[in-house]
């Protein structure tokens, strides 16, 4: 089992940033891909930005390509998401989630609670 923590969330005006943390109860990114999603009202949710084990090869929406970063610490077993130039469209509840193929190939997942982000226009 993995549980994940997210925190970071908040009202922040156009233009302003904000950092996500999503923190692991033990270590897995070695193991674990990695990624945060968000869902906004009335719409269903959608991959924001994902790192991958190991390489830690990164990839993101083509709409926050540029304003936003994911990122880990390792020995914090912390994965972050930095996000500039918000825009009220932004807004959602953003999802941690770990996820991993076991060894007959079906997908193993685990999510955080989730976040709150505003972008006040």
Do not use: H
């Amino acid at each position: 089992q993995v549980q994940l923590v997210e925190s970071g969330g908040g009202l922040v005006q156009t233009g302003g940033s904000l950092r996500l943390s999503c923190a692991a109860s033990r270590s897995i990114f070695n193991i674990y891909n990695m990624g945060w999603y968000r869902q906004a009202p009335g719409k269903q949710r959608e991959l924001v930005a994902t790192i991958t084990s190991l390489l830690g090869i990164t990839s993101y929406l083509d709409s926050v390509k540029g304003r936003f970063t994911i990122s880990r610490d390792n020995a914090k077993n912390t994965l972050y998401l930095q996000m500039n130039s918000l825009t009220p469209e932004d807004t959602a509840v953003y999802y941690c989630n770990a996820n991993r193929r076991n060894d007959v190939g079906e997908r193993i997942n685990y999510w955080g609670q989730g976040t709150q982000v505003t972008v006040s226009s």
